[in-house]
């Protein structure tokens, strides 16, 4: 009796500590963020870890090759890119199946800090030979695609190309183009203005309006969302004020 009685609590033991080391795998969320709304939808990733016991993955790049990416593999539960065009498109290609509203950006000019070279909010000024300048590319993220639509408004995209110094793949290389002194001038999202490793390297200078509108901001639910619940509830905390508050504490208005 005494050996039966050790056994069973032996294998109750065994199987107890089974249990601990090895617990039911958690659902993992996939998020496709463009480069900059990374910091505040990483933010909001980990309360919806914690409220919904899960894990998130955040895939960032430029908003048009995420959304080839989209495209080709199928996968996926969120999606947040740097421009609207981006959101029109997946509704139209049966790729989104719902938003909420986060925030807004803008495009704007920006120089390196104390602006040296005295440089207005002209921009002519992209096309002037003594500036280093330093572009998105259009074909790869949102600000490459703003930056034209915006030089394109103003007639003078195909002469700032022939004085760019290159072109980055999206709005993260910009401001390290300031920072290396590679570029006197450079077009990027405000937001990526405020943060505090780049508020402290490169002023502002506002595009009129004319040529650079506001940006609504927004996350959309994929269609091919394993968890909709899920995702669901990280598009309501995004959309709530919470999560608006800390769209904006980077930047996003």
């Known amino acids: 009796m005494r050996k039966i009685l050790s056994f069973i609590l032996i294998f109750?033991?065994?199987?107890?500590?089974?249990?601990?080391?090895?617990?039911?795998?958690?659902?993992?969320?996939?998020?496709?963020c463009g480069i900059t709304m990374v910091k505040p939808i990483a933010e909001i990733a980990e309360i919806i870890e914690k409220q919904e016991n899960c894990k998130i993955i955040i895939i960032k790049g430029g908003s048009e090759n995420i959304y080839k990416s989209i495209q080709i593999n199928k996968k996926g539960d969120l999606y947040i890119p740097g421009s609207e065009t981006y959101i029109e498109k997946g509704f139209k290609e049966n790729i989104i199946s719902d938003t909420v509203f986060v925030g807004i950006n803008k495009a704007v000019m920006l120089v390196q800090k104390g602006n040296p070279n005295n440089i207005d909010n002209n921009l002519d000024n992209l096309m002037n030979e003594k500036y280093k300048v330093v572009i998105g590319n259009p074909y790869s993220g949102s600000v490459g695609k703003e930056t034209k639509t915006i030089l394109d408004k103003k007639g003078i995209f195909d002469e700032v190309s022939k004085n760019v110094s290159y072109y980055t793949t999206d709005s993260k290389d910009l401001i390290p183009a300031l920072k290396k002194k590679e570029a006197d001038i450079v077009i990027n999202w405000y937001a990526t203005s405020v943060w505090d490793d780049n508020k402290n390297y490169v002023d502002v200078l506002e595009i009129d309006t004319m040529y650079a509108k506001e940006k609504k901001l927004y996350l959309s639910l994929l269609k091919y969302s394993k968890y909709p619940d899920i995702s669901k509830a990280f598009m309501k905390y995004a959309a709530s004020d919470k999560g608006k508050e800390i769209f904006l504490k980077y930047g996003f208005k």
């Not at 033991?13 to 080391?21: A, D, G, N």
């Open 12 to 32: 109750t033991l065994i199987f107890s500590s089974c249990k601990k080391t090895n617990p039911p795998d958690k659902k993992e969320l996939l998020v496709f």
